[in-house]
């Protein structure tokens, strides 16, 4: 089955405490970014990649890296979390940059205490 | 001012009912639209996808852009209470660094109550 796999689902930790997101998806697909959602806003994007080693900054970068060391995967970084990331994650695939179709994984659900 | 803006918000509607959403844009390069729903506690999905103007229907689905006025939308016809759920509009530009990046709307929680 098509998918993005994300994890974890949900996570509660303390400001300061390094963690990181993971994100694989089996669609050999290039293009790879990361969203954050967030009541009123919508989604905004973090990061993406546009292939292995490629990587570049959205809209909100600020907090957070990322890396793309093989096709499948792009964890989410967070060095030194902060109460104001508290936020649902989510991890998107496409084919290429050009397509509109984003295939999205089901979310991760932070809580920065 | 946000570069998409999506509205109503929430809506509630009986089932049969013809459901309209619609976004406004102010940024004259986007060419992509796309509506993606989202059920709870997942993430979205693509719904419908359109280039530049013009309407696009599949099945119960609508989506019509009006480049003009920088105005999207779209419609449900006989809705269902599957189809309760939160509606993203999102565009992109073709070409430059907007290449490929899509900008989202806020969303729209829509009920269907039966």
């Known amino acids: 089955e098509a998918q993005v796999t994300q994890n974890p689902r949900y996570l509660i930790t303390v400001t300061g405490k390094k963690l990181t997101v993971t994100c694989s998806q089996n669609?050999?697909?290039?293009?790879m970014s990361w969203y954050r959602q967030d009541p009123g806003l919508g989604l905004r994007q973090i990061y993406y990649?546009?292939?292995?080693?490629?990587?570049d900054k959205g809209d909100v970068p600020e907090g957070y890296k990322v890396s793309r060391k093989e096709k499948r995967n792009f964890p989410l970084i967070l060095e030194s979390p902060s109460p104001n990331q508290t936020s649902l994650y989510f991890c998107?695939?496409?084919?290429?940059?050009?397509?509109?179709?984003?295939?999205f994984g089901e979310g991760s659900r932070l809580t920065v205490l | 001012q946000k570069e998409v803006e999506q509205d109503p918000g929430p809506l509630s509607v009986p089932e049969g009912a013809i459901v309209s959403l619609n976004c406004t844009y102010s940024?004259?390069?986007?060419?992509?639209f796309m509506w993606y729903r989202q059920y709870s506690r997942k993430g979205p999905e693509l719904l419908m996808y359109?280039?530049?103007?013009g309407n696009k229907e599949d099945g119960r689905f609508t989506a019509q852009v009006d480049k003009s006025s920088k105005y999207i939308s779209l419609f449900i016809r006989d809705s269902q209470p599957s189809d309760s759920a939160t509606y993203l509009c999102?565009?992109?530009?073709?070409?430059?660094?907007?290449?490929?990046?899509?900008?989202f709307g806020q969303g729209t929680i829509l009920t269907v109550h039966p």
């Open positions: 669609m050999n697909h290039e293009y």
């Open positions: 999102a565009m992109s530009a073709a070409g430059g660094t907007s290449y490929g990046k899509l900008t």
């Open positions: 990649s546009m292939n292995v080693e490629v990587t």
């Open positions: 359109t280039y530049s103007s």
């Open positions: 940024n004259s390069a986007f060419q992509y």
């Open positions: 998107a695939s496409s084919r290429d940059r050009e397509a509109g179709e984003l295939f």
